[in-house]
């Protein structure tokens, strides 16, 4: 597998992690009751702390006449940003469970 495969490969599955995220806060917005405006904002400080790095990323994507060193912070970046999405869905679907309960308790 060439670099160039590589690269798409991974920006393949960054995208898929964030749209997957992103599905599964706008469901959890639907599904959320009138008092989930705390849990609906502690999710939406996560996912545009995670868009900031995007951002950053692609702006980085964009402008190939970057260094070695910031192509391999980009690389960083993009790991990081895989695991802040990994966070946000298990924290959207602790948050989800939370909301369960409280219907069934209530």
């Given at each position: 597998?060439?670099?160039?495969?590589?690269?798409?490969?991974?920006?393949?599955?960054?995208?898929?992690?964030?749209?997957?995220?992103?599905?599964g806060?706008?469901?959890?917005?639907?599904?959320?009751?009138?008092?989930?405006?705390?849990?609906?904002?502690?999710?939406?400080?996560?996912?545009?702390?995670?868009?900031?790095?995007?951002?950053?990323?692609?702006?980085?994507?964009?402008?190939?006449e970057?260094?070695?060193?910031?192509?391999?912070?980009?690389?960083?970046?993009?790991?990081?940003a895989?695991?802040?999405?990994?966070?946000?869905?298990?924290?959207?679907d602790?948050?989800?469970?939370?909301?369960?309960?409280?219907?069934?308790?209530?």
């Open positions: 597998m060439s670099d160039s495969s590589s690269r798409r490969t991974a920006r393949a599955a960054v995208w898929g992690i964030l749209l997957g995220g992103a599905v806060f706008v469901l959890g917005l639907l599904t959320a009751p009138e008092e989930g405006r705390r849990i609906r904002r502690r999710v939406a400080y996560h996912l545009d702390r995670v868009g900031a790095k995007v951002a950053s990323v692609v702006d980085d994507a964009l402008h190939p970057a260094s070695d060193e910031a192509r391999r912070d980009g690389q960083a970046l993009v790991a990081d895989e695991q802040q999405a990994q966070r946000i869905r298990e924290d959207i602790a948050l989800i469970g939370e909301m369960r309960q409280t219907r069934q308790a209530g």
